[in-house]
């Protein structure tokens, strides 16, 4: 049985089991968390300062602050957010009424609203307390209120420690489920907005470098934003180093076609995925079967050829057990691979300092992963791994040992070629076979 939705066909099985699951993840959160509880005296408690920029509309209300409506404007905004104390990594504590309880949940410690030039200037301060001057952009996906982004990027922030300044972009998502049509408008609304916010943060000359995380439908705004930005300017400026991409919710063809069109000089690209996430098989049914480019095997043609020619770094996390029914959020629920976010935001832009610490993250990620899940076995790290020095091969191969004695290892002959070649990126794979769990 089908029903419509607009002019679109979905299945009502499908739309059952997905609202299903939905609903489970969301059952006893509270709303309207926008009004700040003082946080001041209680002991442990972490404030992130989170920088807004958002095509959202202003709400009346001050506990919603932004609503899922489209706004001609960017609205600006500097809000803090408290983790408390008692934290695990990789959730988020919700409350489950508001006022929330700093001791346990996150909680809203202040806002601020902006416009563009206090923006400035209150990046300007967050600048000034740190030593790399390099801002994260996080670009949220689909059926994400405003608390939701916000908050979802407060505890990436929190438990990757990463080195930069959290500037979080959100777009008018309804936060409703069947709302997919809507959400996916607002997002092609919404890509000349951030590539302006992006275009700000590379002229700004205090702001060294800037890094994007873009999760599922906000990895088409921010593609498109950086495929915009690419044809104004000749190319996606420099300044703009590293891009991941987390569960992508795009076309695989399209996506293609985007990279193409950023030209050779194109940012670093790191990509999440994950052949067991539900949303996107959801997605993939809507739009007539087509593929996603969070959901595909990197280990198969034609994408392999692709991945490789594009000079992308896979991540590979089907075999990581999710933290959500619909396995759409690994990228932000393991704390082994939020850390390995972290790392990537540390290696700064230069190719063989990120490449020698890939090479070690990879191995540390794999045995982060062992360890806090013992079912799991392992998880495949698919390249092209930018593996360009003998440092970062040795790294990555003495960390792999270490975890899964007999991982697949190139022949060396391949690697001393790579190394005749000088500092150019070499693509190499490093895939993990499964070992089988003991049974007691």
């Known amino acids: 049985m089908c029903i419509r939705v607009g002019p679109w066909r979905i299945g009502a099985c499908a739309i059952f089991l997905v609202a299903t699951l939905d609903l489970a ?33 202003n709400s009346t209300d001050d506990a919603t602050l932004f609503t899922g409506d489209r706004s001609r404007q960017i609205s600006y905004a500097e809000i803090g957010v408290s983790v408390p104390p008692d934290h695990k990594p990789g959730a988020i504590e919700w409350p489950t009424e508001v006022p929330g309880d700093p001791n346990h949940q996150f909680v809203t410690a202040s806002v601020t609203r902006l416009d563009s030039e206090s923006f400035k200037s209150a990046l300007h301060r ?137 030209g050779p000089r194109r ?24 593929a996603r480019l969070g959901s595909i095997n990197p280990e198969q043609e034609p994408y392999r050829s692709a991945l490789e020619r594009l000079q992308v770094t896979v991540i590979d996390l089907t075999k990581l057990k999710g ?8 990228f932000a629920e393991s704390p082994e691979v939020v850390r390995f976010i972290g790392t990537e935001l540390a290696s700064g832009p230069d190719i063989t300092t990120r490449s020698a610490g890939l090479g070690g993250q990879l191995g540390g990620l794999v045995a982060g992963v062992t360890e806090s899940a013992g079912h799991i076995a392992t998880v495949a790290i698919s390249a092209p791994i930018l593996v360009v020095d003998p440092q970062s091969r040795e790294a990555l191969s003495d960390n792999l040992r270490s975890v899964v004695p007999g991982a697949n290892e190139e022949p060396a002959s391949d690697l001393t070629d790579a190394d005749e070649l000088g500092p150019v990126v070499a693509p190499r794979r490093a895939k993990l076979n499964p070992a089988k769990p003991s049974v007691n």
């Open 323 to 330: 933290g959500d029914s619909l396995n759409h959020g690994k």
């Open 25 to 57: 993840g969301c059952a006893g959160r509270a709303t309207g968390l926008m009004v700040p509880v003082l946080v001041e005296g209680v002991p442990g408690v972490t404030v992130i300062p989170v920088l807004v920029a958002t095509t959202r509309r």
């Open 267 to 290: 940012p670093h690209f790191t990509l999440f995925v994950s052949q067991d996430d539900k949303a996107l098989a959801f997605s993939s049914k809507f739009w007539g079967g087509t």
């Open 126 to 262: 967050e600048i000034a307390h740190r030593k790399q001057k390099r801002v994260l952009v996080f670009v949220h996906g689909y059926n994400n209120q405003f608390d939701d982004a916000l908050y979802r990027f407060a505890q990436i922030e929190k438990d990757s420690e990463a080195p930069s300044i959290p500037v979080l972009f959100t777009w008018p998502s309804r936060g409703k489920l069947l709302a997919y049509p809507y959400d996916r408008e607002s997002a092609n609304y919404s890509r000349s907005a951030l590539e302006k916010v992006l275009q700000a943060l590379v002229d700004d000359p205090q702001v060294k470098e800037v890094a994007v995380l873009a999760h599922s439908m906000g990895n088409w705004v921010a593609l498109e934003a950086l495929r915009q930005m690419a044809i104004r300017h000749g190319s996606v400026p420099a300044k703009i180093a590293n891009v991941m991409l987390a569960a992508p919710d795009v076309d695989i063809e399209v996506a293609r076609t985007q990279a193409e069109d950023m």
